[in-house]
């Protein structure tokens, strides 16, 4: 007797709402990602350590924040963080054109912004990841991993591309205003959730203490050896990404001499094997178990990451689409494949802290990775500043790749 097919998550009318605020979000937030750093590269003219501050300034409050803000999350409701911070980030945004139009925007007013935007991030994205279990159960976590994986491929695929093509059209600060819009329309899909869920935190009313609650998150990741070798994994691709974020517009745009708007095609190409690895990430999954798939995908994550140095004008511009393509394939994979297993194991009471610790520990090197990528540009130049950044995301996956016990996980 065959088993019946799984139920379609997108026949769940919450978890409708919750992937289509989860899509215009990060559709929004790709488009930025090309318009802050152009923004302050060329309206107002940053200097290549100037441009690593302000991938730092983004992304400092993992660092400041990103551990309390596990436990803070657990003692409350989901739904009301994520919209809170989708309207917070909204209004922050929409300063930057506000503030451009009359000709009064500086670098203090964007690394503001920066910063509020990054605060509402860390909350943002602790409560998103914890509230899942509640719209779809844990029988289904992988496949919603895979479609919020999705999600995250498709708004790299049409964000960046559509971000560069109204820098040029409209200039970069009032690019913002999409990424702007985005958060306010995930915001409203937000509010039509009704999923039945409660704070985790054992102590919702106040009486529990915060910091031993924060060390539970932090001993639970710590006697997981799986969760430790995927923690430093995050943390190096993380680094590298803030080495990528403050270099490579700098270095395709002032270096190679791209326009914006090739600029951001050039970025939205690679997310082609994002969408590829969101699609076959499950079926890996099922296939190979979780811990060969999350191995096989790092191998092929540094493999096809290695060509990406080589980049340059002319033919070999080529190189980076397709290099960050086929490795989009691989590290979609493990993402999925880590994300779901690490909820899987983990108690409800700490789903909060378990997400808080793991940013806390792989993205808390993003805005280090900004201040180095700002020092060597400015010290030694844009290009080798490049390559590090290159370097450093080929190596990224050496913490998996050097325990192959972990093909044994299920």
């Not at 009318?13 to 990060?26: E, M, N, Q, T, V």
């Not at 919702?204 to 799986?226: D, K, M, S, T, Y």
């Not at 745009?253 to 708007?261: A, I, K, M, Q, Y």
Request: glycine share 12%.
């Amino acid at each position: 007797m065959t088993e019946a097919a799984p139920r379609s998550l997108w026949r769940v009318r919450d978890f409708r709402r919750y992937a289509g605020a989860d899509a215009i979000s990060k559709f929004g937030s790709e488009v930025s990602l090309v318009a802050l750093p152009l923004t302050a590269a060329l309206t107002l003219h940053a200097s290549p350590f100037q441009v690593g501050l302000l991938t730092a300034a983004e992304m400092v409050a993992f660092l400041l924040v990103g551990l309390p803000a596990g436990a803070w999350v657990d003692r409350m409701r989901r739904r009301p963080v994520l919209v809170a911070a989708d309207v917070v980030r909204a209004l922050a945004l929409l300063s930057i054109p506000a503030a451009a139009v009359p000709g009064v925007l500086g670098l203090p007013q964007l690394y503001a912004v920066a910063l509020v935007n990054g605060l509402c991030t860390v909350f943002f994205d602790v409560a998103h990841q914890s509230y899942l279990p509640s719209i779809v159960g844990r029988e289904d976590l992988t496949r919603g991993h895979g479609t919020l994986a999705a999600n995250q491929s498709l708004a790299r695929l049409a964000g960046p591309g559509i971000g560069g093509w109204l820098v040029q059209a409209l200039t970069a600060p009032i690019a913002v205003v999409a990424d702007a819009l985005s958060y306010a329309g995930s915001a409203l899909l937000l509010l039509g959730v009704r999923a039945d869920e409660k704070p985790g935190g054992r102590d919702v009313r106040g009486g529990g203490r915060l910091w031993p609650e924060i060390a539970e998150g932090l001993l639970f990741v710590a006697g997981q050896p799986v969760l430790r070798r995927v923690a430093a994994v995050g943390a190096l691709m993380m680094l590298s990404f803030g080495l990528w974020s403050a270099t490579v517009p700098l270095y395709l745009v002032r270096e190679v001499g791209t326009s914006p708007g090739t600029y951001g095609m050039l970025l939205s190409a690679g997310a082609v094997g994002g969408v590829a690895g969101a699609w076959l990430a499950p079926r890996v999954a099922a296939r190979l178990g979780t811990g060969r798939a999350m191995y096989a995908a790092a191998w092929a994550a540094t493999v096809c990451t290695a060509p990406l140095a080589l980049t340059a004008a002319g033919p070999r511009l080529l190189i980076l689409p397709v290099a960050l393509a086929a490795s989009g394939v691989a590290t979609t994979v493990f993402s999925v494949a880590q994300g779901a297993y690490r909820q899987s194991i983990c108690p409800p009471h700490l789903l909060g802290r378990l997400s808080a610790t793991m940013r806390f520990l792989m993205w808390g090197p993003m805005p280090l990775g900004g201040l180095l990528a700002g020092t060597l540009g400015q010290l030694a130049g844009v290009r080798v500043a490049f390559w590090a950044a290159c370097g450093a995301y080929t190596l990224a996956h050496l913490p998996v790749l050097l325990a192959p016990w972990i093909r044994e996980v299920s």
